[in-house]
């Protein structure tokens, strides 16, 4: 039983360093029953003093009541101070679920999107209605519902995917290697008057460089009605070529040919980096090709029932990717579909 100075001084040495080391409440109880509970340490030493003598029971007394009232306020404080550490552990747990979220990085349009919704809005703008058709096209529609017979030279101007399908020894599909084969399609299924633009992916078996992709994007326009005349053809592609590349553009009309219309033409515009003078873009020509378009062949007219008499149309065909490469300044069209970043984040 520790009845002295010297016992006192290590019953407070041992409970004070105990207490330093407390970090939670149930051992800050722990200690609190060990020291000051009723079989505690303390407290048996102060149950002890009435066997002393008168002298020594009223230092010890003293000394021990003392060391319980400093005890109990240092419980007290360590208590307060787990109490506080707590709350701060929350405070910097929380999860505030009412703040707005990490950002995510956003998406943007690829150039060639941007550049199609571009050219479709100035054409809607004008009356024509979008429509869209198959990838995977019948040589029918694709060549010969153009006036584009087997054996014919013609086949040349598009070198073709064949889909890996024979029937009666041929091979009558193909990825369609442009957007024309719609032109049929739509009048098959629509009588005069007509307005529509058809977007789409192209495919052409093509050695790739920077002009050339084995696929595209092209715009097929088609319009058919009473009285449609070349005029009509050409107001309405200067206008185009007016609002995609601005008013100040000389825009040039040029003998071209394909199978399925005549005349058939090349719209051209004056190169608006050397304004005309001639330089690689527009390979010294001071021109720049951006379309090719016709008179819808009457032949075609008639094929789909319509009577080429009394209605005549106007078509043309644009590849968007060049369009934008025109517009940006982009200099080998294989960056489109390369998949770089550094090159998509520009737009
Ligand atoms: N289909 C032609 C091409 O891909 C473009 C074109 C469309 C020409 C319509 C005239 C009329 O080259």
């Not at 051992?27 to 509970?37: D, H």
């Not at 929380?94 to 990085?105: F, H, K, Q, S, Y």
């Not at 003078?277 to 378009?293: D, F, V």
């Not at 065909?317 to 970043?341: H, K, S, T, V, W």
Request: charged share 30%; proline share 6%; hydrophobic share 35%.
């Amino acid at each position: 039983m520790p009845s002295d100075n010297e016992s006192l001084t290590r019953i407070e040495t041992q409970a004070r360093s105990e207490l330093d080391a407390v970090a939670d409440a149930e051992s800050l109880e722990r200690w609190r029953v060990a020291c000051l509970g009723r079989r505690g340490r303390l407290t048996l030493v102060l149950r002890g003093l009435a066997d002393l003598p008168v002298e020594e029971r009223k230092r010890v007394g003293t000394q021990a009541n003392r060391l319980k009232r400093e005890l109990e306020t240092a419980l007290q404080e360590k208590k307060a101070r787990l109490a506080q550490s707590a709350t701060e552990a929350l405070i910097v747990e929380r999860i505030d679920v009412t703040l707005p979220g990490p950002p995510l990085p956003r998406g943007r349009l690829h150039p060639t999107t941007q550049t199609l919704r571009d050219v479709l809005d100035c054409f809607v703008s004008m009356g024509f209605q979008v429509v869209e058709g198959p990838e995977i096209e019948w040589d029918h529609y694709n060549f010969e519902a153009l006036r584009i017979p087997k054996d014919h030279p013609a086949r040349d101007m598009w070198d073709t995917l064949w889909i890996d399908y024979e029937k009666d020894g041929e091979r009558p599909m193909l990825l369609r290697t442009h957007t024309s084969p719609m032109q049929v399609r739509v009048m098959e299924q629509t009588e005069p008057p007509i307005r529509v633009v058809v977007p789409g992916k192209c495919y052409r078996y093509e050695a790739t460089d920077p002009t050339h992709e084995w696929m595209l994007t092209q715009v097929e326009g088609l319009a058919v009605d009473e009285g449609m005349s070349l005029g009509d053809l050409k107001g309405t592609l200067a206008d185009f070529a007016h609002r995609i590349f601005g008013p100040d553009r000389k825009v040039a009309f040029r003998c071209d040919y394909f199978p399925f219309v005549e005349p058939g033409m090349e719209l051209r515009i004056d190169c608006f980096l050397c304004g005309g003078q001639g330089c690689r873009t527009c390979s010294r020509s001071g021109w720049i090709e951006i379309l090719g378009a016709g008179m819808v062949h009457p032949e075609i007219l008639d094929a789909v029932g319509y009577d080429s008499e009394r209605y005549t149309g106007f078509a043309f065909g644009l590849g968007i990717e060049r369009i934008a490469m025109l517009r940006q300044g982009i200099e080998d069209i294989r960056l489109f579909y390369a998949n770089d970043l550094r090159f998509l984040r520009q737009f």
